[in-house]
């Protein structure tokens, strides 16, 4: 790969294949998931707030419906926020990717694919998460604004079905650093032939 213009912006790259130590993506992925997730849980503990009432009463919890509502909302508004440095930081870290060729990882897709359907898919969900922050903001501030359940069924059922691609498309992004050595320090220096006793512990 043709690195002149990582050089040209003074730029070193270090062992890991990053002019950092630590790759960022997988940090703001984990940022990304646990915002989005807490936001559709939160939201599903508003929607059946009435079942859940008797328990909050049984413990001795102060609970009123709006709060969950309120985490909701902000922790997916926080979510879309985030999910664009993800993306950025992705691609970034993508493009300097130097991953093996002819390996498969364990669900039978090789490297080329592996990486398209991780760039490709963290780009479609980007806008799947903008579209669901758009979505939950017409409900709270328009549709539903004076409705006890501030979120739709509808809204909940989507929210639970891109937990499940998120799960999907985050197992990707794991096969990239664990089976491929994205940007994993040892699994460079090995790829470079260093002697694997010397490897950092």
């Not at 903008?130 to 409900?139: D, E, F, K, S, Y």
């Amino acid at each position: 790969m043709n690195l002149q213009w990582i050089n040209s912006l003074g730029l070193r790259l270090g062992a890991n294949g990053l002019p950092y130590e630590i790759p960022m993506h997988p940090k703001l992925v984990h940022l990304t998931l646990g915002l989005f997730i807490v936001a559709i849980l939160f939201d599903i503990a508003g929607a059946i707030f009435a079942i859940e009432r008797p328990i909050f009463e049984f413990l001795g919890l102060p609970a009123i419906r709006s709060s969950f509502f309120e985490v909701g909302w902000y922790n997916l508004v926080g979510g879309s926020i985030a999910t664009f440095f993800t993306v950025a930081f992705g691609f970034f870290e993508l493009i300097l990717a130097n991953p093996p060729i002819h390996q498969k990882s364990n669900w039978g897709l090789n490297t080329s694919w592996t990486v398209l359907l991780h760039g490709m898919g963290g780009v479609l969900l980007l806008g799947v998460i903008i579209a669901m922050t758009v979505w939950r903001g017409l409900q709270r501030y328009y549709w539903r604004k004076d409705a006890a359940r501030q979120v739709q069924w509808s809204y909940l059922l989507v929210g639970i079905i891109i937990m499940c691609i998120l799960y999907v498309h985050g197992t990707l992004g794991g096969q990239l650093g664990s089976e491929f050595g994205v940007h994993v320090t040892a699994a460079k220096l090995l790829q470079e032939g260093a002697n694997p006793d010397s490897l950092p512990k």
